[in-house]
Nanobody
């Protein structure tokens, strides 16, 4: 397993931008596919975006396509989520997670960060 730590959350007005970062503890970070999930109060945890170990493949939740961009730097063991044109419905705790393969199912991910709060005001 790999230890993950998110940063970059905060409060932003609708239409604004935030950049989340996920830092990993291990050199073998490059072996993992990484995804971002989010969970709003009273709702199920939801897949947001994922990126393959080589960064050759990415996948997004339909509602964030064109607004969010996932990227990774294996040399720095980080995965970022650039979030633009934020909407109040994007408000949630955002988590990064690691898996041995590309998947959108939360149960397939073996390592999780502690989460970072994103709040978008209207």
């Amino acid at each position: 397993q790999v230890q993950l730590r998110e940063s970059g959350g905060g409060l932003v007005q609708a239409g604004g931008s935030l950049r989340l970062s996920c830092a990993a503890s291990r050199r073998t970070f490059s072996n993992y596919a990484i995804a971002w999930f989010r969970q709003a109060p009273g709702k199920e945890r939801e897949f947001v975006a994922s990126i393959s170990w080589s960064a050759g493949n990415t996948f997004y939740l339909n509602s964030v396509k064109g607004r969010f961009t996932i990227s990774r730097d294996n040399g720095k063991s980080t995965v970022d989520l650039q979030m633009n044109s934020l909407k109040p419905e994007d408000t949630a705790v955002y988590y990064c997670a690691a898996s041995d393969y590309m998947t959108t199912k939360s149960t397939d991910f073996t390592s999780w960060g502690q989460g970072t709060q994103v709040t978008v005001s209207s």
